[in-house]
């Protein structure tokens, strides 16, 4: 029967419709409990920490140990690029620039190195 | 064109030009940064058998990159229905503290609850960051119309990244699709560093920093989760006594 159904055109759609609860459950499920948060609280602040700590080591990760594609490249040429970028947005204030500038710095690193 | 990037007095003079201001600030470095990370996705979408549909209903249903991705590698191997619910829903934890802190912010009395629980799909780490730095400047009923507007050119970009990713593969040189992949974390970087001027935020964002990677060696499917309750417990007990 699963293979059956493996190799039908249903199978990839009920895939994606999976995918698509399995996400959406954590957004709804936020919602409905997130009607008792009041922003004022102890909770809110505890919660936008956990949030924030959360997104941070993501980025860092990211950078310092990326899972995918970015895994070939150095990492020494990923923390200049980054070090370029930032410095660039201190200067400048404009992210578009910065961030072309970091990528600009990776792209040549990984073409010339 | 040229709002501020990070002043939080945005002030607009009615909701519908907190819609459209929303949608003007997403043009540049939110919507290249998040529109050149599908690129990536479609390729991988390509390579793994679907088609071009595939990949767009994955987008605009799913609207979170990695979740995205773990579904397709794991379609890619003939992993089971529930083995791609379980890993696609642990990616999707993340967002959990994130609906919990923007929604509040959103809120406005009379407002039908199922504009939320439309809004919420829109919710990813952009949107959040960007809403939960500029909102509290914003008078409460703007909030909403400012997100959806920036977050609606967002998803967008991410359905044009993913199909030209699909179609057009292997045109650009290597190291120049990896460097539109780090266009992403640079961009992200870039966004924070923005709220380092507060008082909690900065700790919370160190105390992750930190955090993320030795525990994503400890253990990567739990790491993030681990980093945000731990990282941000350790910064909420720091910071309990600062005013915000």
């Known amino acids: 029967m699963s293979e059956a159904v493996q190799q039908d055109w249903l199978w990839p759609l009920l895939v994606l419709l999976v995918s698509a609860l399995a996400t959406y459950a954590w957004r709804g499920l936020g919602v409905l409990l997130s009607g008792r948060i009041n922003p ?15 997104v941070a080591g993501l980025i860092t990760r990211m950078i310092v140990m990326p899972i995918g594609p970015l895994e070939e490249t150095p990492l020494i040429a990923r923390l200049a690029a980054a070090g370029l970028c930032i410095g660039v947005y201190a200067l400048t204030q404009r992210m578009l620039l910065a961030i072309l500038v970091g990528g600009g710095t ?6 010339v190195g | 064109m040229s709002l501020p990037p990070s002043y939080p007095d945005l002030a607009f003079p009615d909701e519908r030009a907190a819609f459209h201001g929303g949608l003007r600030y997403a ?3 939110p919507a290249i940064a998040i529109g050149a990370s599908f690129l990536g996705f ?21 609207w979170a990159l990695p979740g995205q991705v773990a579904m397709v590698e794991l379609y ?4 089971g229905l529930v083995a791609i619910a379980l890993a696609v829903g642990a990616s ?15 809120r406005q009395p009379g407002r039908p609850r199922w504009h939320y629980y439309a809004a919420s799909h829109l919710i990813a780490l952009t949107g959040w960051a960007v809403t939960m730095r500029l909102g509290p400047g914003l008078p409460p009923p703007q909030r909403l119309p400012f997100f959806l507007g920036f977050t609606l050119i967002l998803w ?6 993913t199909a030209i990713g699909y179609l057009l593969p292997d045109v650009l040189p290597t190291a120049v699709t990896l460097a539109l992949v780090f266009l992403t974390p640079l961009y992200f970087t870039l966004l924070f560093m923005e709220d380092l001027r507060g008082k909690r935020k900065p700790v919370a964002l160190a105390c992750g920093a930190l955090l993320g990677p030795p525990l994503f060696l400890l253990s990567p499917d739990w790491s993030l989760i681990l980093t945000g309750l731990l990282g941000g417990s350790l910064a909420y007990v720091l910071t ?5």
């Open chain 1, 40 to 54: 004022n609280s102890a909770l809110f602040t505890w919660l936008a920490a956990v949030a924030y700590a959360l």
């Open chain 2, 240 to 244: 309990r006594k600062v005013p915000s």
């Open chain 1, 106 to 111: 990776l792209a040549i690193w990984l073409a």
């Open chain 2, 27 to 29: 043009f540049g470095a």
């Open chain 2, 42 to 62: 479609g390729a991988l979408v390509r390579e793994s058998g679907l088609s071009l549909w595939h990949g767009l209903i994955s987008t605009a249903t799913t």
């Open chain 2, 92 to 106: 999707a934890t993340r967002l959990l503290p994130m609906v919990l802190t923007l929604l509040p912010l959103m």
């Open chain 2, 156 to 161: 967008l970009t991410t359905l044009a990244g």
């Open chain 2, 76 to 79: 890619a191997v003939g992993a």
